[in-house]
């Protein structure tokens, strides 16, 4: 018969094993999770500097990763600058590992987790304009669409906009987006308000090196004279600090090659590279073939007039390229003075840059000046008469008579003059006021207007356009120094009278006096007008960004 005890030792035993095989599998498991869990970190390369532990009881596995703040190499010296990292972390949150950085500790992260899957990598801090000065020295181009939505709407962005996309290769095609994506918005980190980003990098598409234009860089091409261009005149300076207005150059590429072969330090050089420095270009650098000579000038040693408007005109320039002065922003009171139409149409046709045909008349039609022929017949019949009653008197009664008779024709003579000449003068007075009060033509219409003359006039060769001629102008401004404050004086001047009560007589001759600088200075204000009016506002949007966000979380 079985007993009490047999009972305990048949069932109660087993029982008890049996209770306390969870905790053997959660032990076991918990071994096998922490092992799993460091070779994963092992084979991702974080196993020397993350710190693991493990609850046999509990199967919670704790792992602290450091955290990180990187910064890029150094573009110049070191090489790691250009290639892939070749030790990567494909753990969530790593993909900031996918490149090379100078890397720093800044503390630890604690994960608690019971499986691998369960594992991250916290994301690694750096400042935003650095990770976007890099990706785009790599050759990454920017999504338009993406700064427009990640300026708009701010940490709401939809995760997976993407920011920069991969360059395509110049055997598919010319340089631009690809499909690929290189940075994306990823999910928050921990809810903390900082931008998350997701990088992607492929050795395919490493398409630049060192000697490549760095960005928010902007590279001149020197302007070569045609063989048939000829420099006419220069710059005359009336004295050591003000230079003679009204005496450019007869052929504007033919006098840039002048000052250049008159300039021993910058005769073998084909071109300039320059960047913003405190929002103003201060150094220029020159080079040949894209490879840099070692030489370099200042054309502008502070904040000057001229330094500005060189460089609002070169960032206008940079927002129709793949690089420039994106991260220069053309004040807005610059951008409304380019929009503003503020010279009249009737100028034009008084400085001989427009046909008068092309606009509505703003004058009456000169007086006529012709001599009336039934008038001119009395004067001569009158002065048959006179002579035939002459020749009927004495000697000397007749000499007398002929003398007041001519007296009284040169008298008759010269009032009909001077009537003509006041005629004529309050006719210019009327055209010149008809004109003054014209209707105003836009910057764009007045720059081209412009270019044409300057075509006719054999200045500029006939297939230059507007922003061929300001890329000139602003090489011009880089060599010469004089050319630079003559053309600086008159956008000023323009804008002085565009912001004020309008152009009057005295401005109208001071156009007169430099109207190929005014026609130099309309190529860079249209330049400007243009930028403004652009629907693709990607520089702006990028670099408003950028300044939102100081540093964002990279993984």
């Known amino acids: 018969m079985v007993g009490a005890p047999d009972i305990i030792t048949y069932v109660g035993v087993p029982l008890a094993v049996l209770g306390v095989l969870p905790i053997f599998y959660t032990c076991i498991r918990s ?6 869990i460091r070779h994963v970190l092992k084979t991702n390369g974080l196993a020397s500097t993350s710190i693991t532990r493990g609850s046999l009881m509990s199967g919670i596995i704790e792992v602290e990763i450091p955290r990180r703040r990187i910064t890029p190499l150094s573009r110049d010296s070191d090489p790691g600058y250009w290639t892939l990292n070749p030790h990567t ?14 890397e720093l500790l800044t503390g630890r992260v604690l994960y608690r987790c019971q499986y691998k899957e369960e594992l991250r990598v916290p994301p690694a801090e750096i400042v935003f304009e650095e990770l976007v000065t890099f990706l785009l020295d790599r050759g990454a181009v920017p999504d338009p669409k993406g700064w427009r939505v990640l300026k708009s709407i701010g940490l709401w962005t939809p995760t997976g906009t993407v920011l920069l996309r991969a360059p395509v290769s110049a055997s598919r095609g010319s340089p631009g987006a690809g499909a690929e994506t290189v940075l994306r918005l990823a999910p928050p980190y921990d809810g903390d308000g900082i931008l998350r980003l997701a990088l992607n990098w492929r050795k395919e598409w490493d ?14 091409a020197r302007p070569l004279c045609e063989s048939h261009q000829r420099p006419i005149g220069t710059v005359v300076k009336q004295s050591d600090d003000e230079p003679l207005l009204g005496s450019p150059m007869a052929s504007l590429l033919a006098e840039i090659s002048e000052l250049h072969r008159s300039a021993e330090r910058e005769d073998l050089s084909d071109g300039v590279r320059f960047h913003s420095e405190s929002g103003h270009v201060q150094t220029v650098y020159f080079e040949t073939k894209g490879a840099l000579t070692g030489k370099q000038h200042q054309p502008w040693h502070n904040s000057t007039p001229a330094s500005a408007w060189f460089t609002w005109t070169a960032a206008a320039l940079s927002q129709k390229s793949s690089t420039g002065l994106w991260n220069v922003c053309i004040p807005p009171e610059i951008t409304t003075f380019a929009t503003k139409s503020s010279i009249p149409g009737g100028v034009l046709v008084l400085l001989e840059i427009l046909d008068g045909t092309a606009i509505p008349p703003f004058a009456e039609p000169p007086p006529d000046q012709s001599i009336d022929i039934m008038q001119r017949h009395r004067a001569f019949v009158e002065g048959q008469r006179q002579r035939a009653i002459e020749e009927k008197m004495p000697p000397a009664q007749a000499a007398e008579a002929a003398r007041a008779r001519m007296l009284a024709q040169s008298q008759s003579f010269h009032e009909q003059h001077v009537k003509s000449i006041q005629v004529k003068k309050e006719y210019e007075a009327k055209r010149v006021i008809g004109a003054l009060n014209s209707m105003p033509l836009s910057v764009a219409v007045v720059a081209e207007k412009c270019r044409l003359y300057l075509v006719t006039e054999n200045i500029i060769p006939a297939r230059y356009t507007l922003d061929d001629l300001a890329r000139a102008i602003l090489y011009l401004m880089i060599v010469s120094s004089e050319a630079a404050k003559v053309i600086t004086e008159v956008l000023e001047q323009w804008r002085s009278w565009a912001e004020k009560s309008g152009l009057n007589q005295q401005h109208l001759e001071y156009l007169k006096a430099n109207k190929i600088w005014f026609c130099y200075a309309s ?9 403004g009016h652009s629907e693709a506002q990607l520089s702006l949007d990028m670099m408003e960004c950028l300044k939102i966000w100081h540093t964002v979380h990279l993984g």
Do not use: H, K, Y
Not at 90 to 102: C, D, F, I
Not at 207 to 220: A, E, G
Not at 523 to 531: D, K, P, R, T
């Open 31 to 36: 071994i096998l999770s922490l092992r799993s």
């Open 89 to 102: 972390i494909s753990l969530p949150g790593g993909s900031w590992a996918t490149l090379n950085w100078n």
């Open 207 to 220: 398409c630049r090196d060192v000697n490549s234009l760095p960005p928010f860089w902007m590279r001149l």
């Open 523 to 531: 190529a860079l204000l249209a330049v400007i007008e243009q930028a």
